[in-house]
């Protein structure tokens, strides 16, 4: 069956642009999350939906990072006035109530902040 | 604050030989601890993962060993092979309400050499 996929699989934007990030989580899954991977370092958590719901965005790092789930399936990240600092991988990651803990990770998109 | 430790930064080891990654945590609250391998433009993908309810958990050549009182875990990959060279990252997480987000270690680039 079909994984979770990402789209784009790069950004390239210039400071100060509005940049949206997609996620489709595997079929059913109805836990997702978004974690941000800066170049050789360990996924950092940004949010995690349960559902259409945000249940938690503690590790969104400020105000101008913003996500939605609307349908409790697709997610989008939306990140405003992108900052060169915001250069990363952003991953999304799906997750069963069935298998606790277990998530699958999409391969990611790279965006660059020039 | 760096909740998650993992060392050595880098590996190298014979083909055959063992790999031995180390982490250690500071929450006792964790109650989930995966091991996630990582190839060049891909996300990452669960390997193994224990609970500490056990010392150690064996998956084919790997093996995760637990040591509670310590607050410590390490990842064994027995018989090395080339194809094994990839960053391997540890992790924890505790559950919270259906919220199981994973506070990562820093990885370890592990290469196999003939």
């Known amino acids: 069956g079909a994984g979770v996929s990402q789209t784009p699989s790069n950004k390239v934007t210039e400071k100060g642009k509005y940049v949206e990030l997609r996620c489709d989580p595997i079929s059913g899954h109805t836990a997702l999350y978004w974690y941000r991977q800066s170049l050789g370092q360990g996924p950092e958590f940004l949010i995690y939906?349960?559902?259409?719901?945000?249940?938690?965005d503690s590790g969104l790092p400020n105000d101008r990072f913003f996500a939605v789930r609307p349908e409790g399936s697709v997610s989008t990240l939306k990140i405003q006035r992108t900052e060169r600092g915001d250069s990363a991988v952003y991953l999304c990651?799906?997750?069963?109530?069935?298998?606790?803990?277990?998530?699958?990770f999409g391969p990611g998109t790279r965006l660059t902040v020039l | 604050q760096q909740q998650v430790k993992q060392s050595p930064q880098s590996l190298i080891v014979q083909k055959g030989g063992i790999s031995i990654i180390n982490c250690a945590y500071e929450n006792t609250a964790f109650d989930y601890f995966p091991w996630y391998q990582q190839f060049p433009g891909k996300g990452p993908a669960l390997l193994i993962a224990?609970?500490?309810?056990?010392s150690e958990k064996k998956e084919g050549r790997f093996t995760i060993s637990f040591n509670k009182s310590a607050k410590q875990f390490s990842l064994h990959i027995m018989d090395s092979q080339p194809g094994d060279s990839a960053t391997y990252f540890c992790a924890a997480s505790m559950r919270n309400f259906g919220n199981e987000k994973l506070t990562f270690g820093t990885g370890t680039r592990l290469t196999i050499i003939p």
């Open positions: 224990i609970r500490p309810d056990v």
């Open positions: 990651a799906s997750g069963s109530a069935d298998a606790r803990g277990t998530q699958y």
């Open positions: 939906f349960q559902g259409t719901g945000a249940a938690d």
